[in-house]
């Protein structure tokens, strides 16, 4: 989860800026990207992070357990009989061995992250890099099983920020950008950018009359035009609306009191 946008976006230009300084046009795509990340719910857009997850135990009333999951397979557990156990809010009878899920004839482990990831850049345990479908394997966008027999580490140390003790997942969270995203921080950056360097900006489709003899022109009311998050240049505008009709400020979130969150490096 983030809370700031952490890059600009892609964009397609949809004018000139020949002569403009690049240092305005870089930050007029920043100040375009943040004026459109924000107006579609902060939901595009993709942000680089490194998690430290924590594996969860399957029953933490008892140590023998160590793998968590939504049920327990008996064979080769220590003890013959189930004891009731809370797993994710609900109570179930459970023995103590290798924990599977609900479609798993067989151990999993697995870590289930608190945000929908985009693509992993890298795995690494100990410092030492795992192979992707070779190593681990990605279902649902969240949930990191491990392969070949193997366990992810029952422990973090969060003293050392790699090597021994650390296990660390390189990854992107965010949607990526649209095509119709990509023209609309161009057009908006556009027009930031021409107004930092005096020149002159294009009409916005809330001019409604010009009269060219008599140099009128009759524009809407700015509170009419800036609404629902909106800027007044159309392809930024016809992006919000496509994307955000609702004008909602943010990406709707689901928390669990039963899923310890994994930590963000850095």
């Not at 482990?109 to 850049?121: A, D, K, Q, R, W």
């Not at 969060?158 to 990509?182: C, H, L, N, R, Y």
Request: proline letters at 6%; one cysteine or more.
């Amino acid at each position: 989860m983030y809370s700031d946008l952490c890059q600009p976006w892609p964009y397609i230009w949809c004018g000139d800026l020949a002569g403009v300084n690049p240092a305005v046009t870089g930050s007029a795509v920043m100040a375009a990207s943040e004026i459109l990340w924000s107006a579609t719910g902060r939901r595009f857009g993709n942000c680089a992070v490194k998690i430290r997850p924590c594996r969860k135990d399957c029953n933490t009333q008892w140590p023998q357990d160590t793998i968590w999951s939504d049920g327990v397979l008996t064979r080769g557990s220590y003890w013959g009989w189930p004891y009731p156990s809370l797993v994710n809010g609900i109570w179930l009878n459970l023995a103590c061995g290798q924990c599977g899920d609900n479609c798993s004839c067989s151990a999993v482990s697995e870590v289930l992250l608190s945000e929908t990831i985009n693509e992993i850049t890298s795995v690494t345990v100990d410092g030492v890099a795992l192979l992707p479908n070779v190593d681990y394997l990605v279902y649902d966008g969240q949930r990191l099983v491990r392969m070949g027999g193997h366990e992810w580490p029952l422990c973090q140390d969060f003293t050392v920020t790699g090597g021994p003790g650390s296990w660390i997942i390189e990854t992107s969270i965010g949607a990526p950008v649209p095509e119709s995203g990509k023209m609309g921080v161009g057009a908006l950056a556009l027009e930031i950018a021409k107004a930092c360097s005096g020149m002159e900006c294009g009409l916005s489709f809330e001019v409604q009359k010009v009269v060219r003899q008599g140099v009128t022109m009759e524009r809407i009311r700015a509170e009419d035009v800036l609404v629902d998050n909106l800027t007044g240049v159309f392809l930024a505008d016809l992006f919000i609306r496509q994307m955000n009709p609702r004008a909602i400020q943010d990406r709707a979130r689901a928390y669990s009191p039963d899923h310890m969150p994994a930590r963000l490096q850095g």
